[in-house]
């Protein structure tokens, strides 16, 4: 768990996060997390946007099969959840996006 961990204890997730600024400078800036609970883990989330989540799944090689949806907030939300691995860090990357509105029967276009 946490106990009697260092910074240095953080440093493979750390590391990974400066590479990836360093070869993903380009793609859009995500809310990082970092926590002594997993010291190997990296997380990377997206709030209302899953282009975002996916230019990032896409740069680090996570298959599109590899990516789990789910609901949540009575199913007004969209969650978007798929784990890779960069730089001997894992990497979860999360997205998080408002449900479209559903179709009115009989609607024009």
Known sequence: MSDGLTLDDLSVPLRAMRLLAADFGHLAAPTVGVTTIWPDRL????????????AWRDALGIAPDDVTHS????????????????????????????????ALAGAVA
């Not at 709030?47 to 996916?54: C, I, N, P, Q, S």
């Not at 969209?78 to 509105?101: F, H, I, N, Q, S």
């Open 71 to 102: 609901t949540q907030s009575r199913g007004r939300t969209r969650v978007l959840l798929a784990l890779g691995e960069y730089a001997g860090a894992t990497v979860k990357l999360v997205a998080y996006a408002d449900m479209p509105a559903p």
């Open 43 to 54: 997380e990377l989330s997206f709030h209302g946007d899953l282009a975002d989540f996916e």
